[in-house]
């Protein structure tokens, strides 16, 4: 009976997946894609869900054109020669995208979870250029006209003029999958349901876009990197420079979107992409509304009148086929989320053997916090994000078990407690909840009843939530 009680023990506590892994990605003539998506593009990075890569990607242009607007040939990325030089498999768009990066498990219908980690300059100047027959205004601006701007990463400001400086705002252009398998090779140009060239500069270090996935895989992409970028992009290009940056892949299961949407620490943003402006409009505000609707579980009415009150409408870009429009609605708005600092904690204890030793900590805006302690993967302190209401879905399994009148330990000498086995692990909850806290702790080795069962239940539910799979060996 002991060995019995054990084994299932063991068997319900053993998670088989591994840790997460750091990747570095260096653009090369052989892990780009120049001027296209394309769901036949081999990868050139296999990951697992939960891993980060620190991705360099590069200039949107080429040695002679840099050159000939007064960069110093020292000053060209050697990288760039040779891409220039060995790439002859490109367009029909003109960006040098970095990848594809294969993320394994993401099929059709997930939506990856791109969490941008940090972004660096990687060389210290930009361009901005205009052509004719390009930009929002080429019956105004017919001719051509290349702008070298020198970057100060020190000061984080660009030196566009004597007298001119701008605030450096560093964000990816182009972050995308590969659109469908019917679609074949499609220009980096133009934004669209696989996201790609969004030119979104509130897409900064510290957001995460969340990409609908339409090929096994998902194949990201990243490039066209700006040091800033106006809302519009007019001329056509920004301040298109070379960047660094590194970024977290989650696969999300849970999701279904139709578009690619981002959150920022302060803002929920849904976007729209047509051709005509209109439609990108209402495109976007159509997103907003079904984001109220089925992640704040407001009615269709309630969510349009919040959207006329309280969200904002800005043009992304005007220059890239499809015209881009984003919303952006305040999370400050949502109190009934916040300031309550409310907290769910699993920890687990040690055994006779190799058991994971962690805590895990859920916070009521989705953080998650995870120590691992022994026999896990991942040591020492790592952090994840779910969604706030899943906290809420936590809190609804705490009530079920009518978690507040439980007693606060089920050990050895305890009432609730018959001891059937012995070197088993233990399991600690707690939760605190609109100023209430209460704690139970759970020796696996009592002998098996209703309460412990739900108890059990209980713990199994909050790892699974929380995902602490990607960090438990």
């Known amino acids: ?73 020292a000053d060209v990325e050697q990288s760039l020669r040779d891409i220039v030089k060995e790439v002859t498999n490109k367009g029909p768009g003109g960006h040098i995208l970095t990848g594809p990066i294969f993320i394994e498990t993401a099929e059709p219908g997930d939506v990856l979870e791109v969490r941008i980690k940090s972004i660096r300059l990687a060389i210290p100047y930009a361009y901005n250029a205009f052509s004719p027959g390009r930009g929002f205004l080429p019956e105004d601006f017919p001719y051509a006209k290349m702008r070298i701007i020198p970057l100060d990463e020190q000061r984080m400001v660009a030196h566009f003029a004597d007298g001119i400086e701008i605030p450096l705002h560093p964000f990816f252009g182009s972050m995308g999958v590969a659109p469908p398998d019917v679609s074949g090779r499609i220009s980096s140009a133009p934004p669209w349901i696989h996201a790609g060239n969004l030119d979104n500069k509130e897409l900064v270090a510290g957001t995460t876009l969340f990409i609908p996935v339409h090929a096994r895989g998902a194949l990201f992409l990243v490039g066209d990197g700006h040091a800033g970028q106006g809302n519009g992009e007019v001329d056509i290009t920004a301040m298109e420079t070379s960047l660094i940056g590194t970024f977290q892949f989650i696969v999300r299961k849970d999701m279904h979107l139709h578009w690619p949407r981002a959150e920022t620490p302060t803002h929920y943003i849904t976007m729209g992409l047509h051709e005509d402006l209109n439609e990108a409009t209402k495109a976007a505000l159509r997103e907003m509304i079904d984001f109220l609707v089925t992640e704040k579980h407001l009615t269709r009415d309630d969510a349009y009148q919040l959207s006329s009150v309280a969200a904002d409408l800005d043009i992304t870009q005007l220059v890239d086929g499809n015209k881009g429009v984003h919303a952006m609605i305040p999370k400050a708005i949502f109190v009934a989320a916040q300031g309550r600092g409310d907290l769910i904690t699993l920890e687990r204890g040690a055994c006779f053997g190799t058991c994971p030793i962690y805590k895990v900590t859920v916070a009521s805006d989705g953080m998650v916090t995870f120590e691992g302690r022994d026999f896990v993967k991942t040591k020492g302190k790592a952090t994840g994000q779910i969604k706030p209401d899943d906290f809420q879905k936590l809190v609804n399994e705490f009530n079920k078990i009518k978690y507040f009148s439980l007693d606060d330990k089920y050990e050895p000498g305890s009432p609730g407690c018959t001891v059937g086995a012995t070197d088993n692990p233990s399991a600690l909850t707690s939760i605190e909840r609109n100023g209430r806290t209460k704690s139970v702790s759970h020796y696996y080795g009592c002998k098996p009843s209703e309460v412990l069962r739900a108890l059990s239940a209980l713990e199994r539910k909050i790892d699974e939530i929380a995902g602490t799979e990607m960090w438990v060996k």
Do not use: F
Request: aromatic share 6%; net charge positive.
């Open 1 to 73: 009976m002991k060995l019995t009680i054990l084994v299932a023990t063991m068997l319900l506590l053993t998670l088989t997946v591994n840790a997460q892994q750091t990747y570095q990605l260096k653009p090369t003539p052989k892990t780009v894609a120049w001027g296209y998506y394309d769901a036949s593009t081999p990868p050139v990075l296999r990951i697992k869900s939960g891993d980060t890569v620190e991705v360099q990607t590069l200039i949107t242009s080429t040695p002679a054109r840099l050159e000939g607007a007064g960069v110093k040939p």
